[in-house]
């Protein structure tokens, strides 16, 4: 458990950095909201249209009687809105950090040049490093949507689907939601999809103490915005000790001791 409060510490440090470097604060605010508006204009169709989609989809169930009828499309029409929240959470990370590349993978830097020691460089033009953002979370997101249909699906169980499964749809939401956020600091230390996913789930607590709280902030679209600038300097701090594991809070080896043998070393770029 102490991992779960170290994670949600990294992100009040996030906070704290941007608060006292006010620049980049402005600096990183720009691309959230640029995507503010395109998602705020899809979650408010959205919520016009939930219903219509919902009735289009439940024939079946037009000659039902009351309040049958209106317990089964009220619930659909919930879930349907709740699924929605659930993917936009993730993508509206995914895109903003994609909209705000140059943005965020200078204030990153930044962290680490604040923290004292190498700051690493990718090396690659912003063309590649735009599409390996763009590659690496289309992957992710595909993992969030099989989730998501399996998580809709299990929706339908009475009671479990409506107390256990929006708890674990927090908890994926908030383990992906920091990988991609911590990706920006560990793309410019070279290392590939496949071993960020290793060096997170070598610290789970610690990741999902970081995202959960997140993604429950996010749920409100301007709130992100603002998170934003301090969940990326957050998720470097946070990233920073991931690869050097001694310095990580909490109890038990870190991901890259001897004992565990968890942490990847990192890979050289592929397309």
Do not use: N
């Not at 950095?17 to 600096?27: I, L």
């Not at 809070?249 to 565990?260: E, F, V």
């Amino acid at each position: 458990m102490s991992d779960l409060g170290a994670g949600f510490g990294y992100l009040m440090k996030g906070q704290r950095w941007v608060a006292q470097h006010g620049r980049w604060f402005g600096f990183g605010l720009l691309p959230g909201l640029v995507t503010l508006v395109v998602y705020a204009g899809a979650l408010i169709g959205l919520g016009y249209g939930a219903d219509d989609l919902v009735g289009w989809a439940t024939p079946f169930a037009d000659d039902w009687s009351s309040p049958w009828q209106g317990i089964l499309r009220t619930g659909l029409t919930a879930l349907v809105f709740v699924f929605g929240l659930f993917l936009a959470v993730i993508t509206f990370t995914a895109v903003t950090l994609l909209v705000g590349q140059p943005f965020y993978e200078s204030l990153s830097e930044e962290v680490d040049r604040s923290e004292g020691g190498d700051v690493p460089e990718s090396g690659l033009p912003l063309w590649r490093e735009l599409w390996i953002s763009a590659r690496d979370s289309v992957r992710i997101l595909l993992r969030v949507a099989l989730y998501g249909i399996i998580l809709f699906a299990c929706g339908f169980i009475p009671v479990i689907g409506q107390t256990v499964v929006p708890a674990i749809g927090f908890c994926v939401s908030g383990y992906f939601l920091a990988e991609e956020l911590t990706a920006v600091a560990l793309q410019r230390r070279g290392m590939i999809l496949k071993d960020r996913l290793v060096l997170l789930r070598g610290r789970r607590m610690l990741v999902l103490g970081f995202g959960v709280p997140l993604t429950l902030a996010f749920l409100i679209p301007v709130v992100a915005v603002f998170l934003m600038p301090g969940a990326v300097a957050g998720a470097t701090l946070l990233a920073r000790d991931l690869v050097d594991p001694d310095a990580v809070p909490g109890p038990g080896p870190g991901p890259g001791t001897a004992d565990s043998g968890d942490a990847p070393a990192p890979r050289a770029w592929s397309t």
